[in-house]
């Protein structure tokens, strides 16, 4: 170090002889100093890029929560400062409590179909059979349609009078349902829909986490003669446990933010009777003529703090077993 | 070693400069590039229009028109849904463009916003511009713009369905032979008629007609007339006379089912004009509740002038924005454009070159504009209320009268917040 350090020092004439009551560098060894900067120099591109795209958006779309903003003060600028009334003014609009329980229904019977499926088509795909690979591609198609197509050819399918899904049920006797004009079915289309699209991925994470258990142990397994089902919650089960929590934090986080599908499907009607947070933050945004920033802000940031809290936990989840 | 080790140095020190460097230019190249800094002589316009192109009749018509000012105008096309809120954005860093053309409704809360210039300001000349549809452009007694002319909604009519079910489109004159018109419809074994219910701007749009042909007030959602209008909606999908799909229609959609040829009417714009003539079906204005047409809401784009550091620029702006709104060239830019003058001389202009846009000439005339009666910035928040209670009625979970009523209260928290 110090045979490093040395003709560095005496390398640099000009700061030294120009302040000569510079005492700072004493601290730490230049050398040192500059490895430090030179450190912050390569991490400053990324610090700036997350300052940039995420710190400043972050603390623009809190900003906008805890003020009130009219189309005036966002071109003034002089919102007043409010504090938590917007949030106080968002729990008590009547949407509130619908779209969180839409919500809530929308994540939770999503991912279990979702993921139960997934699943269960990945154990399946694991054997080695005929056509195998062909038939997981053709899996995979609902994840590579733009959302824009899948979600119209969804919303034709469920069409009232002229759709297939009902001239289908009308097969079976079963007479017309509005699926996405009724306020009682139009979840569940949305729903069926999204399960459809979210199937692939949980297919893929979960095969991939299949391939990572040793067959040793199923050899194994299958000596001391257990079955098929025992195989699957004894063996694969438990070991696909670190691919499960994380498939399901991935899957609740992209679930929460769904927005293209509903909105092309029922535009969070009729009513209220499929609007999301999402889909209600876009409508207080961008849905009428007359934007309302700060409330679409603040149900933005309902959802962060509902994404943060489901993060944290795996975080807590994750330390917990590693430990 | 000291030599790689201070270039490397430097090599960083260059490097954060540089993406500081470009974040800032980033920064300035969106707030610096002010109007002022513009060079005169090159004037920026905003139309929501991205269909047309530079080589196009509205292309050359806005070039055209810049030459005759003396200046080059450079013009953008945005989607209209994505330039409300550009222009808010460009009126917040302060280089909004000279010209703005905006859909009618929007206007008010530009001038709420204060992004834009008054006539009085700008000098431009609104002309002879019929009243009730530059009243868009009005708030306060200040006008905020002209109009590029006026679109509005009717009925039309398929002959062939009507034919078979015995119904002459000539009784149809009020709400009682029209629902009478929908019901022999579907005893023929056809379906009546088709709208766009949408909880969605359209949905309000489409509903307002019936509304105000009931004579009912947007300062009251939940009079009497108003639960009537929304009771015709209402029992014509009950009864079937209108599929359930209405609800979920956006105007697009709506126009496909009238085009399947099934359907015997269809509330639908003059934009489907072309469309309409080349399937053959006839146009009547929307009937108001007791007889006699319905006032329309008015569709189609207003001229405004954002507001610029150089006020000097106002002189030259006006100059383009009368050149492409008054005289022979906007019957020319109506007519692509699928519009109706603003103006009567220009109405006559159009009807004598085409006697078949009469219905559309009548129910300009009666139309009024969402925004207008000193609605401003009020409409937006009535005109949600609204179509959310149209929903409600639509599927069921409410009575008309208990969601109109809901949808005052709703106003009236809002407004009064």
């Known amino acids: 170090m110090t045979v490093i350090t040395s003709p560095t020092r005496s390398a640099a004439p000009a700061p030294a002889g120009a302040a000569p009551a510079a005492p700072a560098p004493r601290r730490g060894s230049p050398g040192k100093r500059r490895a430090q900067l030179t450190a912050w120099g390569f991490a400053a591109p990324v610090v700036v890029y997350l300052a940039l795209f995420y710190a400043y958006p972050l603390y623009k779309n809190i900003d906008l929560s805890l003020r009130h903003y009219t189309v005036r003060s966002f071109i003034t600028g002089d919102a007043p400062f409010v504090g938590l009334q917007n949030f106080v003014a968002i729990i008590a609009n009547p949407t509130f409590w619908p779209s969180m329980l839409n919500t809530a229904i929308f994540v939770f019977v999503s991912i279990v179909f979702q ?209 | 070693m000291q030599v790689s080790r201070k270039a490397r140095a430097i090599g960083v020190a260059l490097l954060t400069a540089g993406v500081a460097a470009t974040a800032l230019t980033g920064c300035s190249s969106a707030g610096g590039s002010a109007s002022g800094s513009t060079p005169s002589g090159s004037y920026t316009f905003w139309d929501p229009y991205p269909q047309y192109d530079a080589t196009s009749a509205w292309g050359k018509l806005v070039a055209q028109c810049g030459a005759q000012a003396g200046v080059t105008v450079t013009r953008t096309g945005y989607d209209t849904s994505d330039l409300t809120n550009k222009a808010l954005l460009a009126g917040q860093q302060g280089n909004s463009p000279d010209i703005l053309l905006v859909d009618n409704p929007v206007v008010s809360t530009l001038a709420d916003a204060g992004i834009l210039t008054t006539t009085g300001e700008n000098g431009l000349s609104t002309g002879a511009i019929a009243q009730n549809i530059l009243g868009a452009g009005v708030v306060d007694g200040k006008t905020y713009g002209v109009p590029i002319g006026a679109n509005t909604l009717a009925l039309y009519y398929n002959p062939k369905v009507l034919k078979a079910a015995r119904v002459d489109p000539k009784s149809v004159t009020d709400w009682t032979t029209l629902t009478a018109a929908l019901a022999k419809v579907k005893a023929a074994g056809k379906k009546g008629i088709t709208f766009s219910g949408i909880n969605t701007e359209e949905g309000s749009f489409q509903f307002l007609p019936w509304f105000w042909g009931a004579g009912a007030d947007l300062t009251k959602l939940d009079s009497p007339q108003a639960v009537q209008a929304l009771t015709l909606w209402t029992d014509w999908i009950k009864k079937g006379y209108a599929p359930n799909s209405v609800i979920q229609n956006t105007q697009t959609t709506s126009w496909q089912e009238f085009q399947t040829g099934n359907f015997a009417f269809s509330e639908n714009g003059t934009w489907q004009k072309a469309a309409a003539a080349q399937m053959g079906a006839g146009v009547i204005t929307i009937p108001a509740a007791t007889g006699g047409a319905a006032p329309v809401p008015t569709g189609g784009e207003f001229f405004t002038l954002p507001v610029q550091k150089d006020t000097a620029r106002y002189k030259t702006t006006a100059k383009i924005v009368e050149c492409l709104s008054q005289g022979g060239n906007i019957v020319t830019t109506d007519n692509t454009l699928n519009y109706i003058v603003a103006s009567q001389a220009g109405q006559q202009a159009q009807l004598k070159a085409d006697p078949t846009l009469k219905t559309w000439v009548d129910a300009v005339g009666v139309a009024k504009a969402r925004t207008g009666d000193n609605l401003g910035i009020k409409y937006p928040v009535i005109s949600q209320q609204l179509w959310t209670a149209v929903q409600k009625a639509e599927t069921g979970s409410a009575s008309p009268s208990d969601a109109l009523k809901a949808a005052q209260q709703a106003v009236d928290a809002k407004l009064t917040k």
């Open chain 1, 115 to 323: 993921f139960a499926i997934g699943l269960a088509l990945a154990v399946f795909f694991f054997k080695n059979f005929r056509l195998n690979g062909f038939l997981r591609a053709l899996f995979l198609v609902p994840w590579l349609l733009p959302l824009l197509v899948s979600a119209s050819t969804w919303s034709w399918m469920f069409n009232s009078d002229s759709g297939v899904v009902n001239s289908f049920l009308e097969a079976f006797g079963i007479g017309q349902i509005n699926w996405l004009t009724s306020p009682q079915w139009s979840l569940t289309a949305v729903l069926i829909a999204n399960i459809w699209i979210g199937i692939p991925f949980n297919l893929v994470i979960m095969y991939s986490g299949l391939q990572g258990i040793s067959p040793e142990l199923y050899e194994a397994a299958s000596l001391d003669g257990a079955n098929g089902w025992q195989r699957f919650w004894r063996i694969t089960f438990p070991l696909l446990r670190p691919v499960t929590t994380i498939t399901l934090l991935l899957g609740f986080v992209y679930t929460l933010k769904v927005f293209d599908i509903i909105w092309i499907m029922t535009r969070g009607g009729p009513a209220t009777s499929s609007t999301t947070l999402a889909i209600w933050s876009y409508q207080l945004g961008f849905g009428s003529l007359l934007p309302d920033f700060s409330s679409a802000a603040t149900v933005g940031n309902v959802l962060i703090i509902i994404a943060l809290i489901f993060g944290l936990s795996y975080a807590r989840m994750q330390r917990r077993s590693e430990a």
